[in-house]
Nanobody, 117 residues
Framework: QVQLVESGGGLVQAGGSLRLSCAAS????????MGWYRQAPGKQRTLVAF???????NYADSVKGRFSISRDNAKNTVWLQMDSLKPEDTANYYC???????????WGQGTQVTVSS
């Protein structure tokens, strides 16, 4: 059972960029699809993007054209490049399998992204 640890969040001005990382404690090469999710205060956690083992990607409409998900199975890492950030992108960001798994270690602490206007 891999454990997932997110990093790379921070405070950024609107229009800025951040690159989030999701490091797995074990191999992700056997995991068909990995995803990034986010949860804003008082709101439900929602899917931001997912990527298949072969590199096929899919994005929420709200981030299309601004965010880019990638993975390196050899490095057991998934990234989320976020450009042209908006205040409404402010949330805690998590990585997990897609569909998400509630198995121990799959929901980490997340990484907080705060976008100021």
């Amino acid at each position: 059972q891999v454990q997932l640890v997110e990093s790379g969040g921070g405070l950024v001005q609107a229009g800025g960029s951040l690159r989030l990382s999701c490091a797995a404690s074990g191999s992700i090469s056997s995991i068909p699809v990995m995803g990034w999710y986010r949860q804003a205060p008082g709101k439900q956690r929602t899917l931001v993007a997912f990527i298949s083992r072969s590199g096929t990607t899919n994005y929420a409409d709200s981030v299309k054209g601004r965010f880019s998900i990638s993975r390196d199975n050899a490095k057991n890492t998934v990234w989320l490049q976020m450009d042209s950030l908006k205040p409404e992108d402010t949330a805690n960001y998590y990585c997990n399998l897609y569909p998400p798994s509630d198995a121990l270690g799959h929901w980490g602490q997340g990484t907080q992204v705060t976008v100021s206007s």
